[in-house]
């Protein structure tokens, strides 16, 4: 048997329909709808304020993000980063506080996470260099792998 499928917008416009019918309380309309009350206030509400379309799913993202860095301190980190590839982020920070001390550097993780972000993390020249290391010496790895395995 196959599951009943509906849009939430669906049942939150055929709530608002039967409680402008006014022949039931809000309280069975709401145990009718399987939501609680508070919901269904809450439906009512903005029905009053903005019509049909302020029933619309609302994003639930953060209006601002109090604790992000500023682009500004992001792109003297990348572009140092450019600069020196292999440098990590506890010296990049070492660096940019010597020739910006006035300035409110994040902390080395964050750092690698800003790095991680912008694609500058170095995860690709590891790899790299791990795949050399196992061409140069395929039978000393395997070694290892059968030793581990017994």
């Given at each position: ?5 509906s849009?939430p917008m ?8 039967e ?5 039931e309380?809000?309280?069975?309309l ?10 269904g206030y809450k ?6 304020q903005g019509?049909v ?7 639930r993202?953060?209006l ?23 440098w ?5 920070l070492?660096?940019?506080?010597r020739?910006a001390p ?7 993780s ?12 170095g ?10 290391a ?17």
């Amino acid at each position: 048997m196959p599951w009943n499928k509906s849009e939430p917008m669906n049942e939150r416009v055929k709530f608002i329909a039967e409680w402008l019918q006014r022949e039931e309380s809000v309280t069975w309309l709401c145990a009718r709808a399987g939501i609680s009350r508070k919901t269904g206030y809450k439906w009512i509400d903005r029905y009053e304020q903005g019509g049909v379309a302020a029933l619309a799913e609302r994003s639930r993202a953060p209006l601002s993000h109090p604790h992000a860095v500023p682009a500004d301190i992001v792109e003297a980190i990348v572009s140092i980063r450019r600069q020196h590839p292999r440098w990590g982020p506890r010296k990049l920070l070492v660096v940019l506080r010597r020739h910006a001390p006035e300035r409110r550097w994040p902390v080395a993780s964050t750092v690698g996470d800003i790095l991680r972000r912008a694609g500058r993390d170095g995860a690709a020249a590891s790899t790299a260099a791990r795949q050399r290391a196992v061409r140069r010496a395929p039978g000393r790895l395997q070694r290892r792998q059968r030793d581990l395995v017994c």
